[in-house]
């Protein structure tokens, strides 16, 4: 550990392992729940997901002003949602760089969107036979789109997705009548 007043780097606990972006769901208090409330703020979850990043990088890969980006940061770090991974001088200019506790998350206390229904754009339902382990891939390929978008630059109004999988009661298929061809 260098001191940052005379060297270049200061580091902070392990956090310079990689990180699997898959990993179970991280769960979070009601404050952190409300901080989480924002499409920008999932961005900036992922954004740091990968590799420690300041402020003003994680502005940069999201085309975003540095100063919004920061004030965000500030409070996701404050929130206990960041880690502060190290901290480096350069020309006189602290620089923290900070990864994402998580990007998928689970919280007791959400309760679901309230969309009016003018705001309710699709409602799909479905069911499906999976084994375990084919559940489990399904999960994390639907675990795939939904980071894959969630880290995209994009534009436009925010829309807010739920998603609930569920274990259906057994039915003995014996007990269906058969069908003749």
Do not use: C
């Not at 007791?108 to 309230?114: K, M, P």
């Not at 499906?128 to 534009?155: D, G, H, P, Y």
């Amino acid at each position: 550990m260098k001191d940052p007043k005379i060297g270049q780097t200061q580091e902070h606990q392990d956090s310079e392992q990689p990180y699997d972006r898959f990993l179970p769901p991280l769960s979070i208090t009601e404050e952190q729940n409300k901080l989480l409330e924002s499409a920008l703020r999932i961005k900036i979850m992922h954004a740091l997901a990968d590799e420690p990043l300041t402020s003003k990088q994680v502005a940069e890969k999201l085309h975003k002003t540095p100063g919004n980006i920061h004030y965000h940061i500030i409070k996701l770090f404050e929130g206990g949602l960041l880690e502060l991974v190290r901290t480096e001088v350069a020309g006189g200019i602290i620089q923290k760089f900070y990864r994402s506790k998580g990007t998928f998350f689970h919280s007791e206390n959400f309760r679901g969107f309230q969309f009016r229904n003018e705001d309710k754009i699709e409602h799909f339902t479905t069911r499906l036979t999976l084994s375990s382990a084919e559940l489990a891939a399904f999960q994390r390929e639907l675990m795939q789109v939904i980071t894959a978008w969630e880290s995209k630059i994009t534009q436009g109004d925010e829309y807010g997705m739920e998603f609930i999988i569920g274990r259906l009661p057994h039915t003995d298929s014996s007990s269906e009548p058969e069908v003749s061809p």
